[in-house]
């Protein structure tokens, strides 16, 4: 009898046993092969960063060489004898005081007005509905086709005709016009993400469209401002055309125009020219370091519509 009763329990054991041997047990991969997987995406990661900055790198070698020793092959990356003089003879050839002083001049007011006058229109197109507001924003992506050498001679007639040739109102006016077109999507796309729920209670307590923007909207687009701030600042920096166009005389040139001043008829002064490149790009490299979060949150953040 109790061989009896015991039978079914060993019966259920029995069962159990062969449901575990039947399941699925999870293969685990070698500690060894998930090690080469990641050393062999460090390994191509290093690669690429040294693609990306080998340029960079020639640059500061050839800045402290002699000029001789800059074309040489193979290349020497350590230069013998280091020559820092490169540097004050580049930086006082082109005039970097007063260059820099016109770039700024240029540079910030320029962004002031493209981050404030964008947003307002990339407001208006994501948050009001009126007739013809997807043609509207669609002329204003159709922008974005036509190169700087279709509109400069247009743009350089009226502005010569308004006797601003040789100043920075050319670079001035278009920027608090809401002139770019890329900008104007980016504040666009992202005031799409910002729930209406928020912009209904605000209008509930008697706050006005310009009040939204101002207190709301504003606040809660800090990424997309930065974004757009880095964009036009690092376009007015590194702009050249723009100024060779509308800046002839020498006391209003910028810092791309005054590196022209190291090309000569026949010869080119390379190691000082290289030390004054290498001063012009330091600005752009610092600010992205310390705003590359907050870019790259607006740069995501763009394209998403909750």
């Known amino acids: ?38 050393i062999a995406i460090y390994v191509v990661l290093i690669l690429g ?13 050839s800045s402290l060489k002699q000029k001789s020793d800059i074309f040489t092959f193979p ?38 007005g493209q981050v404030l006058s964008c947003s307002l229109v990339g407001y208006g197109l994501a ?11 669609i002329l204003v992506l159709a922008t974005l086709m036509l190169p700087t050498q279709v509109t400069i001679i247009p743009t ?45 209670a605000a209008r509930i307590d008697g706050a006005g469209p310009f009040a939204i923007f101002w207190r709301i909207f504003l606040p809660l687009s800090k990424p997309v401002f930065a974004a757009v ?13 723009g100024p060779l166009i509308y800046l002839p005389s020498t006391q209003n040139k910028t810092l791309q125009l005054m590196l022209m001043s190291f090309q000569q008829f026949h010869t080119t002064d390379w190691g000082p020219m290289m030390a004054a490149s290498l001063v012009i790009i330091i600005v752009p490299l610092v600010i992205f ?7 790259i949150q607006g740069v995501v953040f763009t394209g998403i519509k909750e």
């Open 49 to 61: 960063a040294l693609v990306v900055l080998f340029p960079l790198i020639w640059m500061l070698s």
């Open 75 to 112: 290349p020497s990356w350590i230069p013998s004898p280091i020559l820092w003089s490169n540097y004050p003879r580049g930086l006082e050839t082109m005039q970097f005081p007063m260059a820099l002083r016109n770039t700024l001049l240029i540079a910030i007011p320029c962004v002031i």
């Open 289 to 295: 370091f310390f705003a590359q979060r907050t870019f």
């Open 156 to 200: 350089f007639i009226i502005f010569s005709k308004l006797g601003m040739v040789d100043s920075f109102w050319p670079f001035w006016l278009p920027a608090f016009t809401a002139t770019s077109g890329f900008n104007i999507f980016l504040f666009r796309q992202f005031f799409l993400t910002i729930s209406p729920e928020i912009e209904d």
């Open 229 to 241: 701030a880095l964009f036009s600042f690092l376009f007015y920096w590194n702009d050249f055309f």
């Open 1 to 38: 009898m109790a061989r009896e009763l015991g039978q079914p329990r060993n019966l259920a054991i029995a069962a159990d046993d062969t449901l575990d041997s039947g399941r699925a047990t999870p293969v685990r991969r070698p500690t060894s092969a998930r090690a080469l997987q990641r």
């Open 127 to 137: 948050r009001f509905r009126f007739r013809g507001r997807d043609a509207l924003f």
